[in-house]
């Protein structure tokens, strides 16, 4: 069999999440290129579905462009599954995530929802998460300040230049990690004043992984 360009390792996760799509219920729906081959997918059952809970701005468009409702997530009581790619993740289902910038509002969604089932092409399989840089969204005022902290913590953070977040925050991409232990990383950096939410996706790891690889997509569950 031909190995599967990246391309296509993505298109064939987006496919293979909709076999975990209830019907009848609101989806939740990442942000990203993998989150976007899974919206054109959304859309062949979008009969199917109640609607959608778009995790930014972006999504929120592409979403309506195909015809599915979005809705508002304070007025979503039940969120049955949430479906969104990773930069980073381990066998153990802990993510980094917000190459893309959305993180605080993707964190929110895979809060609210019952299953996190995480889509990505196998390069995004790591042993150690951190090579990818960790990104922080951070209150524009606070960004020198949580910058120091993050040296002390032994990472080397760089703004991310010319981006402003859904939210109107700053990004800070910390380099140099090498994360041992992402739910203890997580809870102490949600614990540095100005740092709206940073990338760390491990105290609320995914429940499903679909791996896309070359001999097709392999399911991983924690």
Known sequence: MATMTQDEQKRAVAAAAIQHIPVGCIVGVGTGSTA???????AKIKHKIEGAVASSDATAQRLKSHGIEVLDLNNVVDLPVYVDGADEITEHLHMIKGGGGALTR???????????????????????????PLPIEVIPMA????????????????????????????????????IMNPVELEATLNQITGIVTNGLFARRPADT??????????????
């Open 36 to 42: 976007n081959y899974f919206i054109d997918e959304l």
């Open 143 to 178: 960004r020198s300040y949580v910058a120091r902290e993050i040296v002390h913590l032994g990472g080397h953070p760089a703004l991310r230049q010319g981006f402003i977040t859904d939210n109107g925050n700053v990004i800070l991409d910390i380099h140099g990690l090498q």
């Open 106 to 132: 993707e964190k929110i969604v895979a809060a609210v929802a019952r299953k996190f089932v995480c889509i990505t092409d196998q390069t995004k399989l790591v042993n150690i998460l951190g090579e990818f």
């Open 209 to 222: 992984l679909l791996l896309g690889t070359d001999n097709g997509v392999r399911t991983i569950t924690a």
